[in-house]
């Protein structure tokens, strides 16, 4: 075991890596009356072209997150209703570029950690069990179609990326889930469940020892070779910038979204990128207070970024009566600053909230654990925010809005009222 201690948060990190690739992370807190854990695999709806044993494979969209529902299916019952019987919350999510299984007790945690790392590791596919899933993912996506917000997030990614598969919503659809079998089930569990791609992080009362040797018991003893991932060549350029689309709203709904390039080192990108748009428009800027006082933004607004394998981009979104004209502000700021620089007040200002937000993401166990699985596969630790935070410089966020100001890099998505009689 290495102990690895950050003590100006008063926090450590406790982690091996098992024979078998399996990396472990835990974080103690001895005060908590709850146990979070959670086992996670670098495999998100983004992978769907891959190599397996030297054959190629483009499998359809929507697989990552039908093969999460699947996988709390084992020969002997339903893990999730194991969970139930032992008093504990059980959930699941995949993500563009993660799924992970998850649960919170406050008792008989290891009995549930073994559940855990045993259904995750042991696929159990038939035709009947996946042919009624479909019916269920499908009311799943029936819902997504028919949130306006993910409709926004969904019709962003479409105006940015033409060959990229992060444009393509991450349950896929009712036609593109329709093939899916358990043969193409198991291909994936083989390709990107192997124990070198997984990850399993632990917060609040354990003893380490034993949850190490929970893990070498149950886990493969060996390491399956990991596919390897195709994304296909994405130009510079937005696809379209501009994407409209019809839903029942009151108000139209809005997310801009600034296409950059493919980040070397992802977690230092992430929180760079995330500062610099708060510094464009976050709540302490001055564009925002200006867009707010002329009524074309409210409260709903926001910024944010997002990393992932082959690229990444900002986010500025929200409600407003004119999208356009907020577009055109956001775009007219992100010019001025690449030219003219920032504000050293706004760049420690954004700076201070950035920090806070990362600060409250760990006071609770399950933030710590997704936080942790997400910077690993980022190649770093959940609590290096700190120090990347010191080292983040005003030309760095500079050199992120000059990418952004660009031509061509932007895509408007909108959601607008439905009329009458459509």
């Not at 020969?75 to 570029?97: C, E, I, R, V, Y």
């Not at 190490?212 to 070779?225: C, D, G, M, N």
């Not at 004119?322 to 055109?328: F, L, M």
């Amino acid at each position: 075991m290495t102990t690895i201690p950050y003590t100006f948060l008063d926090e450590c990190i406790q982690t091996t890596v098992l024979d078998n690739g399996l990396r472990i992370y835990c974080v103690p807190r001895k005060n908590s009356a709850k146990t979070f854990a959670m086992l996670a695999v670098d495999f998100g709806s983004i992978d769907c072209r891959f190599t397996l044993d030297g054959q190629k494979y483009d499998v359809t969209p929507g697989i990552a997150h039908f093969l999460e529902h699947k996988m709390f299916e084992e020969a002997d019952g339903n893990a999730l209703q194991k969970f139930t019987t032992l008093g504990a919350q059980p959930n699941a999510f995949t993500s563009h570029t993660m799924t992970a299984y998850h649960f919170t007790c406050t008792d008989r945690f290891y009995d549930c950690l073994e559940i855990l790392l045993r259904f995750v590791t042991t696929p159990y596919f038939t035709d009947e069990n996946v042919a009624k899933e479909k019916g269920i993912i499908g009311q799943e996506i029936s819902m997504l179609e028919d949130r306006p917000s993910w409709q926004a997030y969904v019709g962003m990614l479409e105006g940015l990326y033409a060959v990229h598969p992060v444009r393509i919503s991450v349950a896929g659809s009712k036609q593109t889930i329709a093939p899916i079998d358990p043969a193409v089930l198991n291909l994936c569990h083989r390709g990107f469940y192997s124990p070198a791609n997984l990850v399993l992080t632990v917060c609040g009362q354990y003893d380490f020892d034993r949850v190490v040797a929970l893990a070498q018991r149950i886990t493969p003893k060996e390491s399956a070779r990991i596919a390897a991932r195709d994304y296909g060549e994405e130009p510079a350029q937005a696809a379209q910038p501009y994407v409209e689309k019809h839903m029942a709203v009151s108000r139209p709904m809005f997310l801009l979204g600034c296409k950059d390039t493919a980040p070397e080192q992802p977690y230092v990108r992430q929180l760079t990128g995330e500062l610099a748009a708060k510094c464009i428009c976050g709540k302490s800027a001055p564009l925002y207070d200006t867009l707010y006082q002329k009524g074309l933004i409210d409260r709903s607004f926001y910024t944010d970024y997002f990393t992932f394998r082959g690229g990444a981009c900002a986010m500025f979104g929200g409600e407003s009566d004119d999208p356009k004209a907020v577009r055109s502000a956001l775009e007219a700021e992100l010019r001025r600053v690449a030219v003219e620089g920032l504000d050293e007040e706004i760049f420690v200002r954004a700076k201070k909230t950035a920090y806070g937000m990362y600060i409250r993401q760990i006071d609770d166990a399950s933030g710590v654990c997704r936080a942790q699985t997400e910077a690993c596969f980022s190649g770093a630790m959940c609590f290096d925010f700190a120090e990347v935070f010191q080292s983040i410089t005003m030309e760095d966020v500079i050199q992120r809005i000059r990418q952004w100001a660009q031509d061509d890099v932007t895509s408007l998505a909108v959601i607008v009222a439905k009329e009458a009689g459509t």
